[in-house]
């Protein structure tokens, strides 16, 4: 009986999943206002900070509560009903084998509902750069056809705030792009992956005829992002003139966006900064745009919005 729990035991443990983009957390984490990191993670739900207050504090929790968000997630139904029965193997053997073998894993919750996924891909993103673990979870998630494309345009979304350490998210994001459906969804999708773009700044070319089709776009954020990442990939005249245009549009929210999205690339944007500067004087959203814009260019390393 008990060689064959060691056989069972030694199985299932072969048979777990291993490929997980962070190490699992062996425990409930750190403590934070008198709750653990996994406690708080498990309360983000909605992807707004007002009606899900919870996320600001897992956002100050920062790096620890990254492989408890990649948990989320992650599919991990497989996982489960293996570890299920590696743990019910091991507790039938004797001390001393128990002392051979790995612990069980820890148990974890099922998979989360598509708005949760997209709450947890949100909060990845406000984590910022410190989220860089998660990339291959997020990856996963924005090229998954299968959801609806909200959660896969926080995903994407997510990426763009992660920034460069993103930088293998770029076949997947050119994927996004590509999509054709017209609906609001999906143009929300292609305009993320073109910030996403802009922000991890790889050069790549077969992006470019989808990036130009997005400028056709009526939608001044998508016109935006669509004409940053351009000049990111290829800083010709063409490219830079264009972005010195929108700048100086008659449509105050291209000149807004245009400034948010050059405010996300940082430090890089550094030549456009004279024009946002005389963006300073307008009273209203297109300043406080230059005015994040400024903050990024000047200040250390830029997390994104």
Request: proline share 10%; hydrophobic share 40%.
């Amino acid at each position: 009986m008990g060689l064959i729990a060691v056989g069972l035991a030694t199985l299932t443990w072969m048979l777990l999943p291993q490929g997980s983009s962070v190490p699992a957390p062996a425990g409930p984490g750190p403590v934070y206002e008198g709750r653990t990191t996994r406690d708080w993670v498990n309360s983000v739900r909605v992807a707004n900070q007002n009606e899900n207050p919870e996320i600001g504090s897992v956002v100050t929790i920062g790096a620890p509560a990254v492989p408890y968000l990649v948990m989320r997630l992650e599919d991990r139904s497989s996982y489960l009903l293996r570890g299920k029965l590696y743990r019910r193997a091991w507790m039938a053997l004797p001390a001393r084998l128990q002392g051979i073998l790995p612990s069980p894993p820890p148990l974890y919750p099922p998979m989360v509902r598509e708005g949760e996924l997209g709450a947890v891909a949100y909060t990845l993103g406000q984590i910022g750069p410190e989220a860089w673990q998660a990339v291959p979870a997020l990856i996963q998630i924005a090229g998954d056809r299968k959801l609806h494309p909200s959660p896969r345009t926080f995903a994407v979304s997510a990426l763009a705030q992660i920034g460069p350490a993103a930088r293998s998210s770029v076949p997947t994001l050119l994927n996004c792009l590509k999509d054709k459906h017209s609906d609001a969804h999906y143009l929300s999708l292609r305009t993320q992956a073109a910030r996403a773009l802009a922000r991890i700044g790889e050069p790549e070319p077969r992006a470019v005829p989808q990036l130009e089709l997005l400028l056709t776009s009526t939608d001044a954020f998508a016109r935006s992002m669509a004409a940053v990442a351009l000049w990111r990939m290829d800083p010709s005249r063409t490219n830079v003139v264009r972005v010195w245009d929108f700048l100086q549009s008659p449509d105050a929210n291209l000149r807004r966006n245009t400034a948010t999205g050059l405010g996300n690339v940082g430090e890089l944007a550094a030549d456009f900064a004279p024009m946002l500067q005389t963006l300073l004087d307008e009273s209203n959203d297109v300043s406080r745009a230059a005015e994040y814009a400024l903050g990024r260019i000047q200040g250390p390393s830029p997390t994104n919005r």
